[in-house]
């Protein structure tokens, strides 16, 4: 240890009186401006603590002394809005679809309403723009499973499908090989004859004859005559190209073998009757309601 008098010969300033081995600690302090700025922001996150509310507790927080939240003031200010679109939304909720299609304001609130509930309800199955994935319908085409009119939508968003609310779509698609229905390779057949129907390559040796009196005596029932599908029933025109989980032979076998009964929920009850029917008018918008 050196006395705190000592002088470093090389950098001429004071040290502190620290040695190792050899080397000393030169007595170089922060400076006052430094530390008066760091004591401040001490004293300033003390007084913001007391203040605002800061510190957690079992079931709460410290409420502050202003008591201010930015979640209450958020909610205030949401409270506003809904307030001042109050008369709008009263408005767009007694109006009929087609009144709302033929106003111009009500369309423009409808669409700007539905968007918003579409992003924050649907977009996580059918994609922020609707353009779907698999398994799930894109809805800026024209091709619809219970229909594309502005009621048929209206009426899907409200009950679902196979959602277990009374006034459901039901339709279901079979399970023709787990059942026991078809054989394997009667499933491999009338997969290929369904892909012949929207003109896809099929594999070699296969038997069309056998294919359509397959598919004839089974999925006419649902699909109609040459595949073309049926609204009523939800059952998809296999002729379009458009496809819901791929038209691929493995994936039709899979389909054809284990059935298909995707669900879209019901949305009455969960959301209001206005916002139902802008939903509605939103989907309808896209580009594929009839």
């Keep these: 240890m050196t006395d705190h008098s000592d002088i470093d010969h090389v950098s001429g300033k004071s040290t502190t009186g620290h040695e190792w081995d050899g080397i000393k600690e030169l007595n170089t302090p922060l400076p006052r401006w ?3 700025t760091f004591y401040l922001t001490i004293i300033w996150a003390v007084g ?4 605002y509310p800061a510190w957690p507790l079992i079931t709460t927080n410290t409420p502050g002394l202003l008591g201010y939240s930015t979640r209450a003031s958020v909610a205030v200010e949401l409270a506003n809005l809904e307030a001042a679109r109050g008369e709008k939304m009263a408005a767009l909720a007694k109006a009929s679809l087609a009144d709302i299609e033929k106003d111009p304001a009500l369309l423009a609130l409808a669409r700007a309403k539905g968007r918003t509930v579409f992003g924050d309800n649907c977009a996580p199955c059918h994609g922020s723009g609707g353009a779907g994935a698999k398994g799930y319908p894109n809805l800026n085409d024209d091709d619809w499973l219970w229909g594309g009119t502005l009621d048929q939508i209206m009426q899907t ?3 679902g499908a196979r959602s277990g609310h009374a006034k459901t779509h039901e ?3 079979l399970a023709f090989g ?3 229905v078809l054989k394997p390779d009667e499933i491999v057949t009338v997969a290929n004859y369904v892909r012949s129907l929207s003109g896809l390559p099929t594999r070699q040796g296969y038997d069309a004859a056998k294919g359509e009196k397959i598919f004839t005596e089974n999925c006419v029932a649902c699909h109609g005559e040459g595949g073309k599908g049926n609204q009523e029933m939800g059952a998809p025109n296999l002729t379009d190209k458009i496809w819901l989980y791929g038209p691929d032979e493995a994936t039709l076998i899979e389909t054809i073998s284990q059935g298909r009964s995707g669900v879209m929920p019901a949305w009455e009850g969960r959301l209001d009757p206005a916002t139902l029917k802008a939903m509605a008018v939103y989907v309808h918008s896209l580009g594929g309601g009839k």
């Excluded at 913001?48 to 203040?51: D, E, F, Q």
């Design 171 to 173: 339709g279901q698609m």
């Design 34 to 36: 430094w530390l008066t």
């Design 178 to 180: 787990k059942d026991g």
């Design 157 to 159: 968003i409200q009950y």
């Design 48 to 51: 913001y603590w007391i203040v």
